[in-house]
């Protein structure tokens, strides 16, 4: 039996991981054996627990297999204090389970091209993996403050990192490149930064151990231009947490929508925490609009990496891309004239593509 803890925290959270909770519904009616248990993380935690990370999350998680989120925060926090706010239990709770890679796939539907914000024949056919550090680097680097010094006001944070860190999202990032074309980009910027001399030195020494992947180096700012100019010369990206974030982000807007961009993140047992690459969307919260294949294509990453059901998975990729096929749209990805799906019928298209499947 593998457990799933299901946080749906804040925002569209709830309104998403529903249609995500359908679909591993129905693959326990196929015969999978799963057990799901639910949760509070970030602002909803925080509500009605006085934490964004409570003890009975921290327990819960520790025991499962594998964690679906929907995402977390809003302006209603904004006062907060920075350790009590929603987004501090999401890197909390990666901190806590040491989730240090963070996979994050921007795969172009045919169906969408033209829903990308770069021409159909630039994105056609792309896909790409983005290998993001996440629990390193410069968020959480010390030393980091907001003071007065001298009379003045200083805001510092410190980009920082050691090879034994480097070197283990070096290795999932060479492993996940083998498994596809064997091309492995790592994005730094060793003309400026120290720390990005000593990661590009780490991912030279990990490159002897996969003879098969051709690794290359990207400064991040080059990176940037490349991703908008020519971006299926990418396989794999591997990067630092802060360079990933921004990286990862426009790669979405490549797909057409944020939307539609599932993640892993993973630690050296397996056990990962899969979310939608977006946030908590306040604007649409509550409207019934979302869509919630980022959400239900992260049930398909979790499925692969964290419960070994590679069949499965297939399954509900497939699924989701018969539904896309057949027409369903959500509002962020439909064109002019296309009917528009609430993010319960999406979810409800993926579900009865699921059973024909
Ligand atoms: P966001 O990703 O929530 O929204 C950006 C834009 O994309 C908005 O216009 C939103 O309506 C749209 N959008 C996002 N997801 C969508 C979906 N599934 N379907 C259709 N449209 C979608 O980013 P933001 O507005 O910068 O942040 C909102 C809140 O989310 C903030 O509190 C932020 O801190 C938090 N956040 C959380 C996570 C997370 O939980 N992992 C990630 C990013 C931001």
Redesign the pocket.
């Given at each position: 039996m593998s457990k799933i803890l299901v946080l749906a925290?804040d925002?569209?959270g709830p309104e998403?991981v529903r249609q995500a909770v359908k679909i591993l519904d129905q693959l326990k009616l196929q015969g999978c054996h799963l057990e799901l248990e639910t949760a509070n993380l970030g602002g909803v935690a925080y509500d009605q627990e006085g934490s964004p990370f409570p003890e009975t999350t921290r327990k819960l998680a520790e025991q499962a297999d594998a964690i679906l989120l929907g995402?977390?925060?809003?302006p209603q926090y904004d006062d907060v204090e920075r350790h009590l706010r929603?987004?501090q239990g999401?890197l909390d709770i990666r901190g806590h389970l040491n989730l240090f890679a963070n996979l994050r796939p921007a795969l172009l539907y045919e169906d969408l091209a033209e829903a990308s914000s770069l021409k159909p024949e630039l994105v056609a056919g792309l896909d790409l993996l983005i290998v993001r550090e996440l629990v390193g680097g410069i968020y959480f680097g010390q030393p980091r403050a907001k003071e007065i010094k001298d009379g003045r006001r200083w805001g510092y944070n410190t980009m920082v990192y050691n090879e034994d860190e480097i070197r283990r999202i070096a290795h999932v990032a060479f492993a996940a490149a083998a498994k596809r074309e064997g091309r492995l980009c790592s994005v730094d910027k060793a003309n400026v930064l120290e720390v990005s001399l000593l990661w590009r030195e780490i991912m030279e020494e990990v490159k002897t151990d996969y003879p098969t992947v051709e690794l290359s180096h990207m400064y991040v700012d080059n990176a940037a231009m490349q991703l908008i100019r020519a971006p299926k010369q990418f396989d794999v990206m591997v990067t630092s947490n802060l360079f990933g974030d921004i990286l990862s982000d426009a790669a979405a807007m490549l797909t057409g929508?944020?939307?539609m961009l599932p993640s892993a993140s993973l630690n050296e047992d397996n056990l990962g925490m899969y979310?939608?690459i977006?946030?908590?969307?306040?604007?649409?919260a509550g409207k019934g609009i979302?869509?919630p294949l980022?959400t239900i294509l992260s049930v398909a990453m979790m499925l692969r990496y964290s419960l070994s059901l590679e069949v499965e998975a297939k399954q509900v990729e497939e699924a989701v891309m018969q539904a896309l096929t057949a027409g369903a749209r959500?509002a962020?990805i439909a064109k002019a004239g296309e009917t528009i799906m609430s993010t319960d019928e999406m979810g409800d298209a993926v579900l009865r593509a699921m059973r024909t499947v």
């Open positions: 925290g925002g569209i998403i995402a977390v925060g809003g929603p987004e999401l929508s944020i939307g979310e939608p977006h946030g908590s969307a306040p604007d649409i979302a869509n980022a959500t962020d």
